[in-house]
């Protein structure tokens, strides 16, 4: 007999460092103990943000899958600046090669919807030249 999910939520935490509080407590789980598991599972990943998919079942036991950190910060850590541009069209804020898009590429590419590096690198690709960075 299976159980009967309550309810499923998505999360970004900080990897190696989460808490309880009011984010979790919406996620209807047993707070510290969550909070221990996710914990031991990013100890390697202190300092990121690390999405998080909780499925919360009625007798309050919970399953979490954890998934790869956004692109976004990813980039902004290869270019090394601090944020994206305002206006991508006519600001470039920083440069990466691609040896490091392909690197990105890598890592993301469990998570999203391309069966290639290379078809992973163009979506990669986009992202940074909507955030101000050329690929050089």
Do not use: W
């Not at 190696?16 to 407590?25: D, F, I, R, S, V």
């Not at 103990?33 to 996710?38: A, G, L, S």
């Not at 100890?43 to 954890?66: C, L, M, Q």
């Not at 440069?95 to 690197?103: G, N, P, V």
């Amino acid at each position: 007999m299976s159980k009967k999910i309550a309810k499923v939520v998505k999360m970004e935490l900080p990897g190696g460092e989460a808490k309880p509080g009011p984010k979790l407590a919406s996620a209807g789980v047993v707070m510290p103990k969550f909070c221990t598991d996710f914990n031991a599972k990013t100890a390697d990943r202190k300092g990121e943000i690390v999405p998080v998919i909780i499925t919360a079942y009625e007798d309050k036991s919970f399953d979490f899958v954890i998934k790869t950190s956004p692109v976004a910060p990813l980039l902004l850590k290869a270019a090394g600046i601090q944020k994206g541009s305002p206006n991508s069209k006519t600001t470039i804020v920083g440069h990466i090669t691609k040896d490091q898009l392909r690197q990105i590429a890598e890592y993301k590419l469990p998570d999203l919807n391309c069966n290639d590096v290379e078809a992973a690198m163009k979506v990669i690709e986009g992202s940074a030249r909507n955030m101000g960075i050329v690929v050089d």
